[in-house]
């Protein structure tokens, strides 16, 4: 093994004990007065281990509601359950809604069980799109939302570059070759897949050690809560700098990703690729305790390399790959995205998986097969992999995109009827695996109150979506309902957006999209427009009954904005088309008007920039940070297949960054356009955008609705 270089790793103690928060049911009722304050008080948890099939129950006796359950996760579902059905709170994203009555009402909710043994959560990419900049309250808050829903398998991916950079020190890198393998903190996810290294880099050491404390304090609310989450493993990607200094081993060169540069995968078989498992994991395990289920994505999007005998190659490294783990974790089960199975069907075929998972034991391998609103039907092409362990779930969202979309009676079929299908073979869990947050939390709460219901729950989605409604607002109405309802039927019947690729730009919106003339058929989108307007119509008019509450503002706003871009979208087509002067003056008009109106929010490219900023401790990190985060949401890197990927319709990105660009390829049109050209100037502009360091304050509306009604006059 390799002499240790300079620098410290903890012991093992860090994580043996939880401290205050020992005892799962007192987390719990820590965890709920964060949310309810004192009158937590009057909840009584009681942890009952049941029949190996996770379940809350709620009764009450007198002034004490009575929550019982076989994890501390199931009392956090089943309290969140009871605020939820006497419509007494609600938690997401956007907000918090909390207003108790003055005596809490006396509620049954029977037994209720989960067919689901687990409930995961995140996607690699979320550490990217969404958290990179989070601090520990944001990621506690997440930990409060994840226990509520019911959640016990979350994703924890922070804490690792810690790890990584001690073992590449081992392995006789230098700084210089350090600095120039870590990616910075929004394009880190790519960089553990193997897809990347050194994109937007170098990170810097005192980021590393702010991932590093929040991971332990996560860690730590896992175990309080009997959370099991997903760690790191090694899969097999090392550094450029590594790969020289070792051309004897069998490493591989892999294909270049996304116009980035070529990176180098250690093949599982050679004797290097075990000592590397094993020190990373004692290492890992050393400063962050131990864990069960291991991540370990060997070919992300990634070719594996492969001979003449294809399945017998990918029998040996799927093998090998495992027996790395289990030599040091015997107990361990290892988990990989089943993503790849969907998106590259054609290598990915029966036999292939089938080789590639065949000598692995069933009960210690587990496939996330993410994509089922995306790549439906893979597990049934797959045949429930071969008995392995798996997880059925959705990825929803790409990239944080935050137009309203999602589909409810989709989840309504999946999960009434995939747990008791025939050929679901070792069904262990229903997971959500989003590449971004913060937009459509209406879809997640469906998702995960599916995945574990109230054993008295609605079960048509209008009677969901009413209980739902009334924790959320505080009380509702027929005419609620119905436009509700029809909110539903226009944008939460569709389950991705068919436009999100359109000649190889990015965006589910038009406008969102770098501008070139070949847009100028781009397609009709998912959803019924006509509905919507309806919805929003209808929803608008209920402002002076429901406009007191914050909840019912931002998703108001949301749906607002939402109609008013696509309506923008449509008259920028025509303006591309035609070069009508009306058609552009009223894409303009709207675009800066939901702008505006988008301050309302609590999401926007102000908020974003904060984040990161608030990440530096000397002006220069500041800037580094900054510069991440923008380049993130724009360019992304590469060779611009990725470019607007993280598109989102965000206060003071429209204004800042989508809508000049749109105003250059106005003013360039004309006989003499150079296609050529004017994208070359603009991507000069906007890599200048990106470097500026310049941040954009928030500009909230001072009357939101009535600035609503304004724009609903204009559409």
């Excluded at 860090?14 to 007192?26: E, F, K, R």
């Excluded at 930990?143 to 991916?157: E, F, K, N, T, V």
């Excluded at 998972?357 to 993410?370: A, E, G, S, T």
């Excluded at 690729?501 to 070139?516: E, H, I, N």
């Amino acid at each position: 093994m390799w002499t240790r270089r300079g620098f410290l790793i903890a012991t093992g103690t860090s994580l043996a004990t939880s401290g205050a928060y020992a005892d799962g049911a007192h987390t719990v009722r820590v965890l709920l007065s964060r949310l309810i304050g004192s009158r937590a008080d009057a909840f009584d948890f009681r942890l009952e281990p049941g029949s190996g099939q996770p379940y809350f129950a709620v009764t009450t006796d007198g002034d004490t509601i009575r929550i019982t359950a076989d994890s501390p996760v199931g009392l956090a579902r089943g309290a969140y359950a009871y605020l939820g059905h006497i419509g007494a709170a609600q938690m997401n994203w956007e907000g918090t809604r909390v207003a108790l009555p003055a005596r809490l009402p006396p509620a049954s909710i029977p037994r209720s069980p989960t067919p689901f043994r687990h409930r995961a959560y995140l996607n690699p990419c979320a550490f990217g799109y969404t958290t990179p900049f989070w601090d520990w309250a944001r990621w506690e808050r997440e930990l409060d939302w994840m226990a509520l829903h019911g959640i016990d398998m979350p994703l924890a991916m922070d804490g690792q570059e810690f790890v990584w950079r001690a073992l590449w020190q081992e392995a006789g890198l230098s700084e210089a070759e350090l600095d120039a393998y870590f990616c910075g903190p929004a394009f880190l996810p790519w960089q553990r897949m193997g897809n990347i290294e050194g994109h937007g880099g170098p990170l810097p050491q005192r980021w590393i050690a702010r991932s590093r404390d929040i991971q332990l304090k996560f860690m730590a609310r896992c175990r309080d809560l009997a959370m099991t989450p997903i760690l790191p493993a090694f899969a097999g990607y090392v550094p450029k700098a590594f790969a020289v200094k070792h051309l004897g081993a069998r490493i591989h060169r892999m294909e270049p990703w996304g116009g980035f540069h070529e990176t180098y995968w250690l093949e599982p078989t050679d004797p290097l690729f075990a000592q590397l498992q094993r020190r990373f994991l004692d290492l890992y395990t050393a400063e962050y305790g131990d864990g069960t289920y291991y991540l370990a994505d060997a070919f992300n999007e990634m070719k594996p390399p492969v001979g003449s005998d294809r399945f017998a190659d990918l029998a040996r490294y799927g093998k090998a790959l495992f027996d790395s783990l289990h030599a040091v974790k015997p107990k361990a089960v290892q988990v990989m995205q089943g993503w790849l199975f969907g998106i590259d069907p054609e290598f990915w075929t029966p036999d292939s998986v089938k080789a590639f998972l065949r000598d692995v034991p069933d009960d210690k391998l587990m496939v996330l097969d993410i994509a089922n609103d995306t790549y439906p039907g893979v597990w049934e092409k797959q045949k429930a992999f071969g008995g392995k362990s798996w997880v059925f779930g959705y990825i929803h969202d790409f990239g944080g995109n935050n137009p309203l979309f999602g589909d409810l009676p989709l989840v309504e079929k999946d999960l009434s009827t995939v747990p008791a299908r025939a050929g679901k073979g070792r069904l262990e869990g229903f997971g959500v695996f989003p590449e971004g947050l913060n937009t459509n939390s209406v879809v997640y709460d469906f998702m995960f109150d599916r995945a574990w219901p109230s054993a008295d729950a609605p079960r048509d989605i209008n009677g969901w979506l009413a209980e739902y409604l009334r924790a959320r607002y505080g009380k509702t109405d027929a005419h609620l309902l119905a436009a509700w309802s029809d909110l539903v039927q226009a944008v939460y019947r569709v389950p991705n957006w068919r436009s999100g690729w359109w000649k190889g730009a990015f965006g589910c919106y038009l406008f969102t999209k770098r501008p070139d003339p070949a847009l100028a058929d781009f397609g009709t989108e998912l959803g019924d427009h006509a509905l919507l307007a309806r919805a929003v119509k209808a929803l608008a008019a209920l402002s002076p009954a429901y406009g007191s509450e914050p909840l019912f503002r931002y998703d108001l706003v949301a749906a607002a904005s939402h109609l008013a871009l696509i309506k923008a979208d449509g008259m920028l087509l025509q303006a591309i088309k035609t070069d009508d002067a009306r058609a552009w003056q009223e894409f303009e008009r709207i675009l800066n008007t939901v702008d505006a109106l988008l301050g309302a929010q609590p999401f926007g490219l102000p908020q974003w920039l904060e984040e990161a900023r608030a990440c530096g401790t000397t002006p220069a990190e500041q800037a580094y940070y900054i510069e991440n985060a923008k380049l993130q949401v724009t360019l992304w890197g590469g060779d611009a297949v990725l470019k607007d990927y993280a598109s989102k319709a965000w206060h003071g990105l429209i204004r800042h960054f989508y809508l000049p660009r749109w105003r250059a390829f106005r003013a360039a049109r004309g006989k003499e356009f150079d296609a050529k050209r004017f994208t070359a100037d603009l991507i000069a502009w906007e890599n200048a955008w990106v470097r500026d360091g310049k941040v954009y304050v928030r500009e909230v509306p001072a009357r939101p609705l009535d600035d609503v009604n304004r724009l609903l006059g204009m559409l």
